[in-house]
């Protein structure tokens, strides 16, 4: 069988900082009650897995995360024979362990992974809940506990790594954005220890990037990157340049944007 | 003026014409007021040799009319180079210069700060003679220089837009390219051919729109969200009223150039950031003014109610973006007190400026009760971030204009100096009119545009190339005009008999198809599950199991299918010079193309790469023609392969400009290898490029940049005296195909080495 794991080291411990905007919290309680599997939807940075972790404080389950890549395979999440010494030893993946001990498994970035690695959890999102460990010739039968949840950024995928529908209707869906201006300043002030005016300042130069989405830029500036900018000024450095540092150059290299948008942030900063 | 006076200017001026003696009496007066002593001397000395020189009454008669603000300006010295040149010219060919030398002369004359400068113009305006003059069988026939009465009519209007440096590079431009065609050179002279005008956009100092285009849209869109069409207005000095910015439902107008300028306090405010500024407040505008009633407010009081707006909207345009301030602050005039005479001179706008700069600033002090009890009012209305309304202003504005009205507002002399604020628009969108009238709103030339296109129903509109001219090293703006069609249709089954006739060949083909497809699959190694394993790295992971190591499980390799990634852009001439018989075989060398490009077509098509083909020719620089036969998402299907069938062949064959168009089809290609081969049976060349070595070096050019672009260049060239050019242009990329009707093999087979 293994060892046992000692699954409450995935325990999140310390309240993550989560403000509700749209009665999702209330929401995935709803869903996690009757242990539905949820998929997180939603541009890069605006809160999805800190929403997740959130939650999962909240319901006081441990959580695994898995960030999801082109490379992983079905046996990086379910598991395998490892060889050592004394010869074959079953080790779980993150999957197989968070449907045995009750844990919430978080897939982040699903779109990632490879479609034949993604219909190993067809089984756990149905009324069976089980997952087949084929070389070991097991049959798991998912705690009571355990929930599967996905995030997903429908934006800038291609057209051939689209989740296939038979994986998709699976699943709950929540919507996220960047929350509103005044809710993303209290998270900014909040998160990156600086006062109002800056932190709505810090909104408004990333309103006028996600303007620019589809006109040049890909992506406008997640919530995560204004963060990372308060974070700079409250270590001391001038608020033009740490917004640039932070907010402007990790996002595009084209110089008529990158004009146009330090142009912005003189403005606004004055 | 006292009689003696009168009578002792009189006598100096020894002039006998009665016109001159006309305008003598009738200016004295004023000469006298604006010159020195000195130079009234060397005024009439100057006049009076001008009536000697036997030229009629023309000379002294301009020099009296247009030379007194140059004398003014730049001193005495001045008559002299005027005497000088004007009697050079006088006895020159090109006498007929002589009035419109002395006209531009006073028109240009602010441009100028010192008699070097006039001198200077002077001998840029004599080497342009020189290198225009027609000179036949060497001297025996000189003719005039055709364009110097065109330039010398547009010089003013060059100098308002470009430097003395920028005047000889248009100039040199002009005088190179023309200097063999009179009609061409006066009408660039003229500025009214396309490219004067492009010349003059290219050496324009100041931040021109179409070079910051992009950007404007940009911060449009990113700081105010909203999306208008941009268009530019001429702000060149021929526009009789002076245009302002405007903003309409879809679009919003702008100068076509703002130069660097000065702020008040000198800080330097660029042409970026005075675009910048315009655009910021119409966006306010367009954001948040309203519409009034035109017919309920009289002329003069539409004035302040602007003022009251424009405040209001640059005021909430600060206060979203702080940055904005000190911008709108450098370029609003600071309009000093007591500059104009309320008893003589209307002081309405003057006191509309100043009202204007101290409800935008708090540091201005208006030394005028009213004024400062309007701006407390103005400011307690927009307080605690409140955003008041046009409404509002308008009321503001009345309230005003009845309280500080002044009898003299209606005179007619108008005091404007430094009251025009250059980033604020004509505030038309304001006003509707209760009965619409039939006029439009003024909408200011846009000089720039071309209207010389033919305009074609079948075919797109024209797009302009550069080419490159290899004497001055530089290029020429939109010299070439590419018209794209798309080429008739034939029967298609022609091409089909092609491929039968060359069935042989095809079935060669076919077979060399194959061997370079399964080659072209890429192994991809460390898989844990693939198609083969990798004994070696088999053996090191147990050689890891036996040492106690946990081993790497990855030992198997697979295959993939390697995609040729690979765009070709077919490129053939369609010149008259195909129509020509092949030596050996008698064979129309057209057909044998059409033959080639059948089967090079279906060599692609098997390979299942992407791939474009159009033909060209070129009638002159204005009429490249391209034809399009086939485009990269089309399939090789009946309709092309009609296409193919009824080429036909004409004209000539400009290269560069073919080659350009075809590329920026290519570069929109995603795909790692792009190729554009070129088939051709001679040289670039054009009936209106007397140099052949012109088209040559433009082709080569051509190649250089497409190279820069990620896109290679590759040479088929029928023609056996190829080697003379073809390694120039092409350096190793080409192959010379010396039995021409080995073509149809030839240029698969090409294609397939190139791309294996």
Known sequence: ????????????????????????????????????????????????????????????????????????????????????????????????????????????????????????????????????????????????????????????????????????????????????????????????????????????????????????????????????????????????????????RPITDDADIRETLDNAIDMIFG | MSPEDFSEYRQKFTCKFPQAIEFFDENIEEIRSRLTQEQIEQYFQTANFLCSIGQGVEPVLAFLKYSTDLIEKLGVDVAQILKDFGYKLARSPDKNALVPFFEAMQKISSHLQKPDDLQEIIGIIENFIESTRTVIHAHQLIHSSEGLIPLLKSLAEIMFKLDIEGLKNFIEYGTRNYRDTPEQLVEYFSLKSHDAKSIILRERKGTTFQSVENKLYLFLQSHWNCEFALSAYSTGIHSIINPEPYLDEEMMALPDVYDDTRGENGELVSGIMQYYATLSHLAAHSLWSEKLMADNYAPQLRLFVSVFEDARVDTLAIRKFPGLKKIFLALHPYPEKNVCDDLKVSTLRFRASRLSRALLDNDFKPEDKLMSEFRNQFKALLSDNKQSSTAEMSKLATDYFVKSRLKSDSLPDVYFENTKVHYRDDNRHIWYHYEEYDEADEVPANEYKNDSEILDIDSLPPRYYHEWDYVSESYRPDWNTVYERLHPSGDSSVVESLMTKHSDLAKRLKRLIEIMRPQNKTRIRFQEDGEELDLDIALRSFIDLKSGQVPDLRINNSYKQ???????????????????????????????????????????????????????????????????????????????????????????????????????????????????????????????????????????????????????????????????????????????IDKVERLPETLPRVFLELTS
Request: hydrophobic share 40%; charged share 25%.
């Open chain 2, 562 to 736: 390697f995609n040729r990634n690979i765009a070709v852009m077919l490129l053939v001439d369609c010149s008259e010079s195909l129509n020509n018989k092949s030596e050996e075989t008698g064979q129309v060398l057209l057909e044998l193309s059409q033959e080639a490009l059948a089967i090079t077509a279906w060599t692609m098509d098997q390979l299942d790469d992407k791939f474009a083909i159009a033909g060209f020719s070129s009638n002159t620089r204005n009429e490249v023609r391209y034809q399009h036969i086939k485009g990269f998402s089309e399939n090789y299907d009946e309709m092309v392969k009609a296409r193919i069938s009824c080429m036909e062949a004409g004209y000539s064959t400009r290269m560069g400009a073919a080659m350009r168009h075809a590329a920026h089809y290519l570069k929109n290609q995603q795909a790692e290898k792009k190729l554009l081969l070129v088939l051709t049976d001679g040289e670039p060349a054009d009936v209106d490029a007397k140099n052949p070595q012109t088209l040559i070096k433009d082709t080569k050019k051509t190649v250089e940049e497409l190279r820069n672009d990620g896109i290679y260049s590759y040479c088929i060239t029928l023609d056996k005296r190829a080697d003379d050019y073809v390694h120039e242009i092409f350096e190793n990329h080409f192959t010379v």
């Open chain 1, 1 to 248: 069988m293994g060892k046992i794991v000692d699954i409450s080291q995935y325990k999140i411990n310390q309240e993550p900082y989560y403000k509700q905007v749209n009665k999702e919290v209330d929401l995935y309680e709803a869903a996690y009650g009757v242990k539905l599997p949820v998929m997180l939807k939603g541009p890069t940075g605006c809160g999805k897995s800190r929403f997740v972790e959130y939650m999962a404080w909240k319901l006081d389950k441990p959580i695994i995360t898995v960030s999801c890549n082109e490379d992983i395979t079905a046996s990086d999440l379910v598991g395998r024979y490892l060889l050592d010494a004394n010869g074959t030893k079953w080790i779980d993946g993150p999957l197989t362990m968070a449907a045995r001990y009750g844990a919430i498994c978080y897939l982040d970035e699903i779109v990632e992974a490879r479609q034949d690695t993604m219909v190993v959890i067809h089984a756990l999102t149905d009324h069976r809940r089980e997952l087949s460990l084929d070389k070991k010739g097991e049959l798991v039968k998912a705690h009571p506990d355990f929930q599967l949840v996905i995030s997903y950024n429908p934006g800038y995928q291609s057209l051939m790594k689209d989740l296939k529908q038979s994986t998709k209707q699976r699943f709950c869906a929540m919507d996220f954005d960047y929350a509103d201006e005044q809710t993303e300043a209290e998270i900014v002030m909040k998160e990156g220890q600086v006062n109002q005016s800056t932190a709505e300042k810090l909104v408004q130069i990333a309103q006028a990037a996600r303007n620019l989405k589809g006109h040049g830029l890909e992506e406008g500036i997640s919530t995560r990157l204004m963060v990372y900018a308060a974070k700079l000024i409250d270590q001391g450095i001038e608020p033009h340049e740490a917004a640039k540092m932070a907010m402007i």
